[in-house]
Nanobody, 123 residues
């Protein structure tokens, strides 16, 4: 099983990035996908999740209205569109998969994790 998060980079505040989570080795359409982030020296925190059909998304209060989850089940890939980025969004972003219809907020409920992609937002 592999989850490959990509799309991170260095941007200025107010700009956008789109993260991708490419998966292999799982029946992607049977897994909800979660996005988490971990700032330097901080614990990993929930960002967003999308259900296996793509019809249900949940966001943390800190990103609601700015970030959007989506997925292409035919391509085994999930996405996190991040708009109006803020300096406090700087972190390593991880995608994770759980065999469930709905996503979860707790990291320990996920079955598989990607390696993370760094997002740095400068002023």
């Amino acid at each position: 099983v592999q989850l490959q998060a990509s799309g991170g980079g260095l941007v200025q505040a107010g700009e956008s990035l789109r993260l991708s989570c490419a998966t292999s080795g799982i029946s992607f359409r049977n897994y909800a996908i979660g996005w988490f982030r971990q700032a330097s020296g901080k614990e990993r925190k929930f960002v967003a999740t999308i259900g296996w059909s793509g019809g249900s998304t949940v966001y943390s209060d800190s990103v609601k209205g700015r970030f959007t989850c989506s997925r292409h089940n035919s391509e085994n890939t999930a996405f996190l569109q991040m708009n109006t980025l803020k300096i406090e969004d700087t972190a390593v972003y991880f995608c994770a998969a759980v065999r469930a219809r709905w996503g979860k907020r707790a990291p320990n409920e996920y079955d598989y994790w990607g390696q993370g992609t760094l997002v740095t937002v400068s002023s």
